[in-house]
């Protein structure tokens, strides 16, 4: 069983940044592909990005290409997403998911596990 936990959401204005994390507690994390969703409100939870277990493969969707960042440190058992650049259609909550392959997946029924979620609210 792995349990993620994200932190750093917040109220920001458009334009600012932001990141946030999420700690794993399995301590074979680093094997595993961590991915970011969202799910803003009236919409069905989307692919944000995606890292391999050893950060030299990322994945973005088109709408966060160039302003999102995805890294992880897998001595912490931590991933991170930073966002630059916000704007107000990136408002959302904002979920960490695993997936027990080396493959990442922008599909969301390929994730075993996923934390709680952590709202960020951009203000225009």
């Known amino acids: 069983q792995v349990q993620l936990v994200e932190s750093g959401g917040g109220l920001v204005q458009a334009g600012t940044s932001l990141r946030l994390s999420c700690a794993a507690s399995r301590r074979t994390f680093g094997s595993y592909v961590m991915a970011w969703f969202r799910q803003a409100p009236g919409k069905e939870r989307e692919f944000v990005a995606a890292i391999t277990w050893r950060g030299d493969n990322t994945d973005y969707s088109d709408s966060v290409k160039g302003r999102f960042t995805i890294s992880r440190d897998n001595a912490k058992n931590t991933v991170f997403l930073q966002m630059n650049s916000l704007k107000s259609e990136d408002t959302a909550v904002y979920y960490c998911?695993?997936?027990?392959?080396?493959?990442?997946?922008?599909?969301?029924?390929?994730?075993?596990?996923w934390g709680q979620g952590t709202q960020v609210t951009v203000s225009s």
């Open positions: 998911a695993t997936r027990r392959f080396s493959t990442s997946s922008r599909l969301e029924s390929e994730y075993n596990y």
